[in-house]
């Protein structure tokens, strides 16, 4: 009898488990993209590290456009490009089209707006949704 309610008990847990999955597929975001490093906020010396994430999405080099990939780009003191704009190759539009996750920039003394920001094989923007902006100071060395 015992051994019955366990596996009744199982089944239960199982299937409450597969409903609180399936319900969260349903409201889960189509994914975003973060700095894990520099903070918001953050004072810095000299060389900026920078660590750029993405989630929902997989990090893949500039080329064809694949669904569901893209690289990452970091726009200085500049908003989020709107979904489907090219992203501009200068100084303030950084491209990172070998797939890379992290970087160091060079920035001369002074506050800085980063906005992280996701597009596809032919640069193209991925929008708001995949931006992040944070504000960083670089302290003079
Ligand atoms: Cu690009």
Redesign the pocket.
């Known amino acids: 009898m015992r051994v019955v309610n366990r596996i009744n008990l199982l089944a239960l847990c199982v299937v409450t488990l597969l409903v609180v999955i399936g319900c969260g597929k349903k409201e889960k975001p189509k994914g975003r993209v973060f700095f894990s490093e520099p903070k918001d906020g953050a004072e810095i010396k000299g060389p900026v590290k920078v660590v750029m994430v993405v989630e929902g999405m997989e990090v893949k080099p500039?080329g064809a456009v694949v669904e569901g990939t893209?690289?990452?780009?970091i726009l200085i003191n500049k908003d989020f490009i709107p979904q489907g704009q090219v992203?501009a190759?200068d100084d303030a539009?950084r491209?990172?089209?070998k797939g890379e996750t992290e970087a160091v920039l060079d920035l001369p003394p002074g506050n800085y707006k980063l906005t992280l920001q996701f597009?596809d094989g032919?640069?193209l923007s991925y929008g708001k949704d995949f931006s992040a902006t944070i504000n960083i100071k670089v302290a003079s060395k």
Do not use: K, P, Q
């Not at 893209?70 to 780009?73: I, R, S, T, W």
């Open positions: 500039a893209g690289h990452h780009h992203i190759t539009h491209h990172f089209g597009a032919l640069h």
